[in-house]
Nanobody
Framework: QVQLVESGGGSVQAGASLRLSCAGS????????MAWFRQAPTKERDFVAA????????DVADSVKGRFTISRDNAKNTVYLQMNSLKPEDSAVYYC??????????????????WGQGTQVTVSV
């Protein structure tokens, strides 16, 4: 069973950058598809970015394209979300998720088996 621990959240001003990290506990981490989702108060959990088990550039939601980048380091069992040019609408709890090696609908939360506890990101004007 994969345990995920996010870190790196915080409160910043608009235009700033943050890098979120998600550390996985299991040796099978390197074979998992990984993703970041976010959830603002009273809203659904939304897809942010995903990356397949072999790495590469990943996929990001249109709302963060050009500003956010997902990456992973399988040697460290860690996936990252680099967030640049943050906006107030990026404020949310950010969750790391792990799923099977192959995922058909990588933007859907129910495709992922394991979740972290979340880390808060707050962006002020």
């Amino acid at each position: 069973q994969v345990q995920l621990v996010e870190s790196g959240g915080g409160s910043v001003q608009a235009g700033a950058s943050l890098r979120l990290s998600c550390a996985g506990s299991d040796r099978t981490f390197s074979t998992n598809s990984m993703a970041w989702f976010r959830q603002a108060p009273t809203k659904e959990r939304d897809f942010v970015a995903a990356i397949i088990w072999t790495g590469g550039s990943g996929d990001v939601a249109d709302s963060v394209k050009g500003r956010f980048t997902i990456s992973r380091d399988n040697a460290k069992n860690t996936v990252y979300l680099q967030m640049n040019s943050l906006k107030p609408e990026d404020s949310a709890v950010y969750y790391c998720a792990a799923g099977p090696r192959r995922i058909a609908r990588f933007t859907q939360p129910d495709e992922y088996n394991y979740w972290g506890q979340g880390t808060q990101v707050t962006v002020s004007v």
